[in-house]
């Protein structure tokens, strides 16, 4: 089970923090990711970190604007989201999973909850 929190609205150039937390003792051991979702599409890979040595991995419409990071002490992983356009509005969903393939949702077996992103121009 993963909680969601963060997200809210903001003026296009503004920034966002997501957080994710989870209560289960593996977190650590699972690469953790974002995705988002607008409606009537499929949810698409934002980013990623994997659990071992911490790599990351982003979409291409996202790098260099959003850091993925995690904290495994307090079981946490963020999305630190600057230099947000309107495009980027949507409801974004951390997801952990325990395979190789980051960017593969159907890898993820646990979801949060979903938090909304609005960012107007």
């Known amino acids: 089970q993963l909680v969601q929190s963060g997200g809210g609205s903001v003026q296009t150039g503004g920034s966002l923090t997501l957080s994710c937390t989870s209560s289960?003792?593996?977190?650590?051991?699972?690469?953790i990711g974002w995705f988002r979702q607008a409606p009537g599409k499929e949810r698409e890979f934002v980013a990623a970190i994997y659990w071992i040595r911490y790599t990351t991995y982003y979409s291409e419409s996202v790098k260099g604007r959003f850091t993925i990071s995690r904290d495994d002490a307090q079981n946490m992983v963020f999305l630190q989201m600057n230099s947000l356009k309107p495009e980027d509005t949507v409801v974004y969903y951390c997801?952990?999973?325990?395979?190789?393939?980051?960017?593969?949702?159907?890898?993820?077996?646990?979801w949060g909850q979903g938090t909304q992103v609005t960012v107007s121009s």
């Open positions: 997801a952990a999973s325990r395979g190789d393939t980051p960017q593969n949702l159907y890898s993820y077996h646990s």
């Open positions: 289960d003792r593996d977190f650590s051991m699972n690469t």
